[in-house]
């Protein structure tokens, strides 16, 4: 019976498996993941573009009075307050004011990034988010040609990819992953709420470079368990005729050194790194309209 | 094509191998959505240590699998273990080896992980005891005993059948 029962259990396990093909994009889902635990370290290394969510989302005025209803006027909305030229104010005021005024409300957006060598290297992303109802979408194309794709609908969040049938329902935090969709090449930095933020940075200088272009440069130092180093941004800003950010652009550097105890990276390693980024964000106030993929299997 | 620098050759391999990683994968967790996770979740290692993991990358992976497939189910709440006996149906109708086999397999996703991953690696894999112990990490005393209990705890939920009906031809002998 011993032999008998051997077989048997052998013959099962391969009726059982005979032809399992994989359902999903598993390796696509591998490396998003991958992507997001690097991001996660870079930004525990480095405290992320902007590393100011914590300090500053206080400041962000998320379902604040001034946020526009999807399919509104985004110029009139913007109009009465946020206008940059306004005068008297500082460049930094101005540039505040303009933020203020794209913070809330819907957008459709195309970011691109690289390396300090080349801006277009790591791909592009494109898609539309509503603030106001956790909504909207991320298509990224890679230059190896495989498509990522994120959707969010009334805060759930879904990602597929180009050859995979299904989608996955995975665990978030109610924002599209900016920096999972881009390999984790950019950190958080990619999120244009975060970007706002960092735009409102109380030491960044700002100088006023044309009607309605603006240069900024921060330099932040941080000192957290895993490492101490300085991060410095330096990039542009143009304000569309609608007193809303219309196009940011920066050149990310960071260095870092790890600390005693710290095993990966190796402890008293110095960590340099630089990236470029560019957000175009347009038609504000657009309705978002996404549709809950089918054939879904929820993510632990 | 800065991804295919960094994990060069690793969707070749799992265009090519992915299916019989899977096949183990689905083996060792009972069900298809369970082996992809598997998979997925011995990719991501594979990715985090990639520079470190010199020549084999497959064998890489497919010891990951058992690994995290027992690593896992330690780090879980332990499950009651319900042991329910499979009755072969009234009369014989030329089904019953299909009917046992179905009945040794969902019995296997009733074992202890440790006794599911050495069943899985001496009748799945073909691995000798040895072979088994050593992507394990344990001894080979450790792998016939674990095989011995998990066969034993097979062979009380199929208790009920007999095992003459049963042509042994379709299994593949080791």
Known sequence: ?????????????????????????????????????VALQRTSYAAGVVGL?????????????????????????????????ATGDTPQLQLASAVTASENVSYRLKITTGSKEDPNAWGTAEGAWDPARSTGWLTTQNPGGVGYYQRMVDGTFYVGSSGSTTWKQEPNNGNL????????????????????????EANAKVTKTGARTYHFESTRTYDDKYAAGTRTLVGDVTVGADGRIAKVSYLATDTSRVKPGVKSPKAGLTLKSDHRLTLQLSDYGVPVRVERPKNVIVAR | MRWKRRFEGLDILVAERGSSLLATAVLLTGSRAGGEDLVQGALERLMRHWHRVHGDKEGYLRRTLYNLAVDQWRSRRRRPEVLTAVEPPGQPDGTDALHLRQALVQALATLP??????????????????????????????????????????????????????????????
């Open chain 1, 177 to 200: 992953e900016y920096a999972d969709a881009l390999g984790g090449a950019t950190g958080a930095s990619a999120d244009p709420k975060e970007l706002f933020a960092a735009l409102r």
């Open chain 1, 1 to 37: 019976m011993t032999n008998d029962i051997e077989e048997q259990l052998t013959s099962g396990m391969r009726q059982e498996v005979a032809g399992v093909a994989f359902g999903s994009d598993v390796l696509g889902a591998a490396t998003r993941r991958h992507g997001r635990r």
């Open chain 1, 53 to 85: 969510v914590g300090a500053l989302a206080a400041a962000v005025l998320i379902g604040g009075p001034g946020a526009s209803t999807p399919g509104g006027d985004p110029a009139a909305s913007a109009s009465d307050s946020s206008s940059p030229s």
């Open chain 2, 113 to 174: 992980p440790r006794q599911r991953a050495v069943l899985v690696l001496r009748y799945w894999e073909q691995c000798t005891e040895a072979e088994a112990a050593e992507i394990l990490g344990c001894s080979i005393g450790t792998v016939k005993s674990t095989a011995s209990r998990g066969l034993t705890r097979l062979r009380e939920v199929t208790a009920a059948w007999t095992v003459d009906n049963v042509p042994a031809s379709n299994g593949v002998k080791r």
